[in-house]
């Protein structure tokens, strides 16, 4: 067991073992948002979650390995530091190691479904030194999901890995993201949350030498009842890092709720980095909430460059004002106002696939059939 | 032939002491082939008649009326008048960020025509339309009025004009702001759309100078809330050597 500094709070245990790991009791800085009584028990006790998600990795230039948790691969870069990602691992039956060799080209695509079932996943992806890799997980079905994902960028890598939770309406899920960036070695982390009752993403950053660059992107929409919250931590221990954090949320309806916390510590030895964060949140009606906290903590002033913004606002009117003002009806310019505010996130991630599955799920969430409208170019 | 009537129009806004009466009897008809200016000082009044016509929320019209060829203006939606066939280009353009220039004149001129004009043809109107406003085809993948300079927004708004080729159009202050160069090319535009004799025109102008482009046959001189004085284009040279003094000195209580 060791401890490891985490901002804002205190040391946190981190270990393998379930026992090590207390019962949250909703009081502590990590779970103070989180609504425990719709979490389906997965944070509430340390029994193994005995059910099962259906997990399929497909792709391109990538080696698929399949190992048990105790692999010494796995929990290296992630190693538990609470009781759901514990039992998430403990559970995990099948791990799965997603490799992008040595200086080559790899895609990858997981897809997780759940049947109605509690289950823990865990998966390690890898992107050697000197390769490019693409890893898109994408999350449908119901059931209660402790999951890990734990990465690594090796020297001069550059690896995207996108989370799409397209969950059903009723699941929970909690997921850790653990990731290490190597010397010179650029990650781009992107989570899309659209669907789901609870979800609960925590994302930790950290790197292994100096020129690693980091970008997380994300992007969620709540509607009415649901619990979208995401949770970064950004470490800068290394001198000469860099890191982006942009998040963008919409919320529609009665008791849509949406949390996001951006922590970036600076440590004492992170000289000439750069980092910068952003939430923005835009209430598309009465009754929802937005939760935005961004913390930035500086050790030392000998850096490049670091900053924080965070704005929840409500539908400009002279935006609609100004589309309505060219005959486009009220609903549709709605929903180019909504697609128009995901726009920058969607074109950093850069995969036409999740930008399509965005835009559709932000039509249907707005109630408008886009054909004939001149947006979709689908009459030619 | 299109004609817009307004009839007695008064309207006021909300303010913190309680509505405000900005309009306070608008007279005037403009018909298809007519161009007219209304010329007024700041605070007149002449940029909440365009805002008005165009049925922005933050105006409530307690008396009067507004027709287009006899449909009841004042009745419709803001985009049901633009489906109708008014067209307001805006001082201030507002900012869309995310929503491309193409997507934006696209999705507009189906909902103002009606139907999705073909792609291929689209992109042809759209890039002719673009060239003859000398701007740059980059621009069609920008994001509405983001960033886009002074000019450049004017430039779009008369784009938007050209393309939704409204029965009426409303300019408010599209000459603020320009340099000679973007104002000569901004007038041909505007020149252009009424060219054909179909359409009208409502200029609305605190300056004379896109006078020297666009030559209107009826000038309205506004004042406090109201159209104090009409006339042909010889009222406008009165205007450029006198001033609006007349103007204030006559509406003021001896």
């Known amino acids: ?380 | 032939m299109s004609t817009l009537e307004i009839k007695d129009l008064h309207a006021s806004v909300e303010t913190e002491s309680g509505p405000r009466e900005i309009l306070q009897g608008v007279t005037l008809t403009v018909k298809a082939g007519e161009t007219h200016a209304v010329m007024g000082p700041n605070g007149s009044g002449k940029s909440t008649l365009a805002y008005v016509i165009a049925g922005h929320p933050k105006y409530t019209v307690t008396s009067g009326s507004i027709t287009l060829d006899g449909n009841d203006v004042l009745d419709m939606s803001v985009d049901e008048r633009a489906r109708a066939g008014l067209f307001l280009a805006m001082q201030y353009p507002v900012e869309v960020p995310g929503v491309s220039v193409s997507n934006f004149l696209r999705t507009s001129v189906t909902a103002v025509r009606g139907e999705a004009p073909k792609l291929r043809l689209w992109v042809k109107e759209m890039k002719a339309a673009m060239e003859a406003l000398s701007i740059d085809p980059s621009f069609a993948e920008r994001s509405v009025n983001e960033g886009f300079s002074g000019g450049e927004k004017k430039r779009h708004e008369i784009l938007q004009l050209e393309l939704l080729k409204p029965k009426i159009a409303v300019l408010d202050e599209t000459d603020s702001g320009l340099d000679v160069d973007a104002l000569k090319i901004v007038a041909e535009g505007v020149n252009r759309f009424q060219a054909d004799g179909t359409t009208g025109t409502l200029l609305i102008t605190h300056y004379t100078r896109i006078l020297r482009y666009i030559h209107p046959q009826f000038v309205h001189v506004f004042f406090d809330g109201r159209i104090v004085e009409s006339g042909g284009p010889e009222l406008a040279t009165q205007l450029e050597d006198e001033g609006y003094e007349r103007f204030i000195k006559a509406a003021s209580p001896a």
């Open chain 1, 1 to 380: 067991m060791t401890a490891t500094p985490a901002t804002d709070h205190a040391p946190r245990v981190a270990s393998r073992q379930v026992a090590d790991h207390g019962v949250p009791s909703g009081r502590e800085e990590e779970w103070r948002f989180a609504p425990l009584a719709r979490l389906a028990g997965l944070h509430s006790s340390g029994e193994p979650l005995t059910g099962a998600v259906a997990v399929e990795v497909t792709g391109e230039g990538i080696e698929v390995e399949t190992v048990g948790p105790d692999d010494d691969r796995v929990a290296r870069t992630l190693v538990p530091t609470d009781i759901v990602s514990a039992r998430a691992l403990a559970s995990a039956r099948d791990v799965r190691i997603i490799r992008v060799p040595r200086e080559s080209v790899g895609v990858a695509r997981v897809t997780v479904v759940g049947h109605g079932e509690q289950a823990g996943s865990h998966i390690v992806i890898e992107a050697e030194p000197f390769s490019t890799g693409t890893v898109v997980l994408e999350h449908r079905g119901s059931g209660a999901l402790a999951s890990n994902v734990e990465i690594r960028v090796g020297d001069s890598a550059k690896l995207t890995v996108v989370s799409v939770q397209d969950w059903d309406r009723d699941a929970v899920h909690i997921a850790r993201h653990d990731a290490v960036v190597g010397r010179d070695a650029r990650l781009l982390m992107g989570h899309v949350t659209l669907g789901g009752d609870v979800v609960r993403i925590l994302p930790t950053v950290s790197y292994a030498a100096p020129g690693g660059d980091a970008e997380l992107l994300g992007l969620f929409f709540a509607e009415s009842g649901q619990f979208l919250e995401h949770r970064v931590f950004v470490d800068h221990a290394i001198p000469q890092c860099r890191s982006f954090v942009l998040y963008k949320g919409a919320l529609q309806g009665e008791g849509a709720h949406t949390v996001w916390i951006g922590d970036v510590l600076v440590r004492s030895g992170a000289t000439a980095i750069d980092t910068y964060e952003v939430n923005r949140n835009l209430l598309l009606t009465d009754g929802a909430r937005a939760d935005s906290v961004p913390n930035l903590e500086l050790e030392t002033g000998e850096i490049v460059g670091a900053g924080h913004a965070s704005a929840t606002g409500r539908f400009d009117d002279e935006q609609l004002f100004y589309l309505r003002a060219r005959g486009i009806p009220e609903d549709l310019a709605r929903v180019l106002v909504v697609r128009g505010f995901f726009t920058d996130v969607l074109t950093r991630l850069g995969l036409p696939d999740v930008t399509a599955a965005v835009m559709a799920s932000v039509d249907a969430r707005l109630g408008v059939d886009l054909a004939g409208t001149g947006l979709e170019e689908d009459d030619d």
